[in-house]
């Protein structure tokens, strides 16, 4: 079975990725040490910040990592979706629970999807036009 870091590497390092994007013989990891060593105080307070959020409160710590979850989700973020899953087993959530909070992310996902749309679909038309003039030039 392949690991949580595994499949969020896929995604981080798919071959036809630009140059820019992709780092031949680096994955997440090796990556994620190289920046976290170049801007440490910022790594320290992200951990801070996640560790008091998804600290049991009024919610229990299995809601908490649901909800990021599902967050991760809405983002597209494979590497989050990877650690919040495992935060979520890690917290005894079960198939079932995952699977509805993950229902309401798709429900979700539609609404905002759709109310954003036109304004990327408008954003696009004008970057077209940009390049379309630019090259008449």
Known sequence: MRSALDIANDWHTPSDEPPHVRHADEDLRTQGRALRRAIPEV?????????????????????????????AVAESCDGCMAAHADGAARQGASEDEVA??????????????????????????DARGRREADTER
Do not use: N, Q, W
């Open 43 to 71: 790594y320290r307070g992200f951990a801070g910040l996640r560790d008091a959020a998804l600290a049991p409160g009024a919610l229990d710590a299995r809601t908490k990592e649901l909800i990021a979850l599902a967050l």
């Open 100 to 125: 509805e909070a993950l229902g309401v992310t798709v429900m979700m996902g539609g609404g905002p999807a759709i109310s954003s749309a036109p304004r990327a679909f408008a954003a696009f038309r």
